[in-house]
Every structure is written in C-alpha cells, then in structure tokens.
C-alpha cells in the first residue's frame, strides 16, 4: 500500500492540471489544491496503517461487506471513495455484459489497481452540447467523447468529461459513456481507463475550499474539500488492453447504470449522514437558543427526524436486499437505492430550510472567531452572542459558522447542487426508480381492494 509521501510523489509525473488560468506545476503545494491532496494523503496513511489491504479496493461478496465498509467510506477521503466505486462498477458491469474477453481486461485492470494502491476516479459526463440532440447530430461532434482513430494497437479518443470530482488527484479516469448509444454511434460506446498523466489529457480544476486566511469560520469545510475537474481528452491514445467497450451500443448504457448503482448508493449513505447532522444542528441551536421546548420548533425537528429516519431505513433495505453478479459480487438493491437517494436528495433544501428557519440571522452574520480576540469587541462580542442560560456567546458562535459552513456558504451551495445532481440528478432516479418498482403488483392491489379483479384487461 502507498503511504502519504509515495502518494505526494505519484503526482509528479508530468500530469497536465490547470486552476483558474494557470498550469499548475506543484499541486501538493498549491494554495487552494494542495490541502485537498492533503486529505487523500491523510487517507492513504489511514489505511496503511491498518496494516493490510484497504477493504475499499476490495469487492463487497456480500449484505454484511457492504455494510461494514459504509463507515470506512465515510472516514475516506473523496478520492477514495470514489475509486471504491469505479472498482464495483467495471466489475457490475463486466459481469452484466458478460464478455469474456472485455471481463479478462477489467479483472486486470482492476488488479493492476489493487496492486499499486492507485485512485481512479468516474469519467461519465460529457459536455453533451445541445441536450436536445443525440451524440452523433450534435454540431460538434465531439460533444461526447467518441473514438476518432482506430490504430492496430488501440484507439485514440477525444472529447471532454466535465464536473469529474477528484480527478486531478488521482492516478486513472475511468472513461465510460454517459448514456445508452444506438447503431450508428458506435464511435460514442467507448468505456476505457486512461491514466492522468497520458499526453493530451488536461484538467481544469474548480473548488469550493475557503479561501479565507482563518480556518476557524469554516470548520466543515476547511479539512472537507474536493476539486471537481473538467477533464479534457485531446486527441488520446488508448491501448487496446485497457478498453472495455468499443463500439458495442447495446452494451454503451451498462456502464452508466452501475454506475449510477455505486454513485447513488455513496450518496444515499451520505445523505442518511447528513440528514441526522442537520437534526443534529437543529436541536443544539434551538438549545442554545433557549427554544428546544417551543412547540414550533419541536415540530420542525420531529419533521427531519422523519426524514432522517426514513433515508437510513432506504439504506439498510438497499444493502440488506441486495443482488450478486456471476462471480460472487454483492451490489445494492436498485429499487431502494434509487428511491432512498431520490428522497434524501429531493428533500434535502426542506431539511435545511427547517434548519435555518429554527436557527436564526446569524447564521450569516455571526462575527469571526478572530473577533473575539480583540481586546475591545472580543469581551463584547462573546457577551451578546450568548444565548440560554449557561450557554457561551463562543459556542454558540461556533454552532453557527458550523451551519453556515454546512449550508449556507460556498461548501452549503455545492451541497445543494451535488445532492440534487451527483449520481445522474433527479431524473435518472425517478427513471431507475419507475423501472424497478412492481407497477403490475401495485394495479392488482389496486384492482383486489376495489374488488375488480375480474375486471382487469
Ligand atoms: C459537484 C458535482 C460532482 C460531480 N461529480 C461527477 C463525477 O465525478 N463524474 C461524473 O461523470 N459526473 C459528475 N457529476 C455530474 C453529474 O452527474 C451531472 O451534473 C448530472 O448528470 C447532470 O448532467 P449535466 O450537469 O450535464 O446537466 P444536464 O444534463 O444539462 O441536465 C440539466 C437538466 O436538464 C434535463 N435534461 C438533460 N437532457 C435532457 C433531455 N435530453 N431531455 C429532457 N431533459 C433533459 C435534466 O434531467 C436536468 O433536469 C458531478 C456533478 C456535480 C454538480
């Protein structure tokens, strides 16, 4: 396994990344980047120091295996997370195509992975130009990314895969389409992994991380932030060994919908995590607002505690109902994974409207922990920022930077936009969702409780 100094010189290999007009040369030393290649180095000491192999390279055989790495995912670092999931899904969908020669390709991919200690993370995306319009009647071709020569040893694609989270800080891209593809887009069903540093691959990155000197306000976000990379393929070179479709259509969408599976799976986890610490925060506000007992307030909490309930209630029935693939692989139930996330995400500004409803303005406006070291306002600032008896005017300052670093700050909107669109975005999951429930079963209840079953036709 690699250790944190291995990983931070992994990254120099001449990998082409760019933040906010300039190539980056040193991204672990880089202002905003370089503490989120902190993080997954952090992570990769983690793992190593529990002596053996990272049960997130590993695939889950079974309810229990899916469930005890639910805390280890939530202990990693997106990164890494995020490689857990690119390993499930080639290996869902090498076992859902079932072709023998494309499954020998990803098992050694796969392993090649393992044995290196490597992160890869999802290339799905495209730029897609004008939604309307299917690959090959886009303007620019290159909407999606396709295969734009075929050589005796490989392919060469261009394109360009966008919102990519992590993916200036790992090792490999695991490119793969983005939607089903019909005969005469061939050149569009193309599932490959390319690593980061190829030639004509660049990255350019965009990030939500503080960029205030004192970390103190933002205590979620400051040790929490991830760049998302608009990952550009100019024109690049693919060995045939590491393709894992080539211009197969009717298999194009097995990619997106395993992936969609894992993706949507880590974000129901997150979701049921989050939704117990927005209740969280509701109820130590409310208390150190003297407002816990207020019969409004009780109410709103008791709205989220539902919430919360019901998001981990969709987790555990996704994990303890779940399938296995040819070769032994556990994956989640679709039908509760895709309907839990849909709830957890559809409900989620809801949950936060409570919160802040219960907390009140300074949410926004509570003076900087700084301030309270100034000699003339510190003692002041303290005295009015205190709240029911006994409560600090620190700790409750503190509560309120925690909130609006979770919700209403840089890191709160891309919560709000991830929620609703990571995993394929609302619409993918009420397509998912529609399609794994029993719709007959549901008319003939329908039909047996107005006793007309006679009637059916
Ligand atoms: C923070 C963040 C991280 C992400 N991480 C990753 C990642 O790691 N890897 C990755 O591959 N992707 C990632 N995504 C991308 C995410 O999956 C997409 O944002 C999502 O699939 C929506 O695609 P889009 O952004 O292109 O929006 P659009 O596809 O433009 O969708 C916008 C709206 O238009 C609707 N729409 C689109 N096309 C049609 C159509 N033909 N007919 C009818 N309605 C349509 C959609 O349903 C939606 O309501 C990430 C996104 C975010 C915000």
Not at 50 to 69: F, H, Q
Not at 86 to 104: C, F, H, K, P, V
Not at 121 to 128: F, L, Q
Not at 305 to 328: K, M, Q, Y
Request: aromatic residues 8%.
């Amino acid at each position: 396994m690699m250790t944190s100094a291995e990983y931070f010189a992994s990254l120099d290999d001449g990998r082409s990344i760019y933040f906010e007009g300039a190539h980056i040369e040193d991204l672990p030393g880089h202002p905003i980047l370089g503490p989120a290649v902190a993080v997954v180095a952090r992570c990769y000491d983690y793992f190593h120091s529990r002596n053996g192999e990272s049960p997130l390279m590993t695939i889950a055989r079974s309810s229990a295996d899916l469930k005890a790495r639910l805390p280890l995912l939530h202990h990693a670092d997106l990164v890494a997370h995020v490689t857990y999931q690119s390993i499930m899904t080639l290996t869902t969908a090498a076992g859902r195509i079932g072709d023998a020669r494309y499954a020998e390709r990803v098992a050694k991919f796969v392993r090649y992975v393992q044995d290196r200690d490597l992160r890869v993370t999802e290339c799905i995306t495209d730029a897609k130009g004008d939604r309307s319009l299917p690959p090959g009647k886009q303007k620019d071709p290159d909407a999606y990314t396709r295969v734009v020569e075929r050589r005796s040893d490989g392919v060469v694609i261009r394109g360009a895969k966008l919102h990519i989270s992590g993916a200036a800080l790992g090792h490999e891209l695991m490119v793969i389409p983005t939607k089903a593809m019909k005969p005469g887009e061939e050149a569009y069903a193309i599932a490959c992994a390319v690593p980061v540093n190829t030639p004509g691959v660049k990255i350019v990155n965009t990030s939500y991380a503080p960029r205030h000197k004192d970390a103190r306000d933002f205590p979620i976000s400051a040790k929490n932030n991830c760049p998302e990379g608009f990952v550009i393929f100019e024109d690049v070179f693919v060995p045939q060994e590491r393709i894992f479709l080539d211009g197969e259509v009717q298999h194009a969408a097995v990619f997106a919908h395993s992936l969609g599976l894992w993706e949507r799976l880590g974000g129901l986890s997150f979701l049921a995590d989050e939704a117990d610490q927005l209740v969280g925060f509701a109820q130590l506000i409310a208390e150190a607002n003297g407002l816990a007992r207020e019969s409004h307030i009780r109410e709103k909490i008791s709205e989220m505690i539902i919430h919360a309930t019901l998001v981990r209630a969709a987790l555990e029935a996704a994990i303890s109902n779940c399938s296995f693939g040819p070769d032994g692989a556990a994956y989640p139930d679709e039908l509760f994974t895709n309907a839990g996330k849909y709830h957890g995400a559809a409900n989620y500004n809801l949950m936060v409207r409570h919160l802040h409803d219960i907390a009140g303005g300074s949410v926004l406006t509570a003076p900087a922990i700084a301030d309270l070291e100034n000699n003339e306002v510190g003692p002041l600032v303290r005295k009015y920022m205190a709240g029911a008896d006994g409560v600090d005017g620190e700790y409750r300052m503190r509560l309120f930077h925690a909130i609006r670093d979770l919700t209403a700050d840089a890191y709160g909107g891309w919560k709000f936009v991830t929620n609703i669109q990571a995993g394929g975005g609302l619409y993918a999951q009420r397509i998912v969702t529609r399609r794994h429930y029993d719709l007959e079963g549901a008319k003939k209840k329908a039909l047996a409780v107005a006793g007309m079953l006679d009637a059916q036709h």
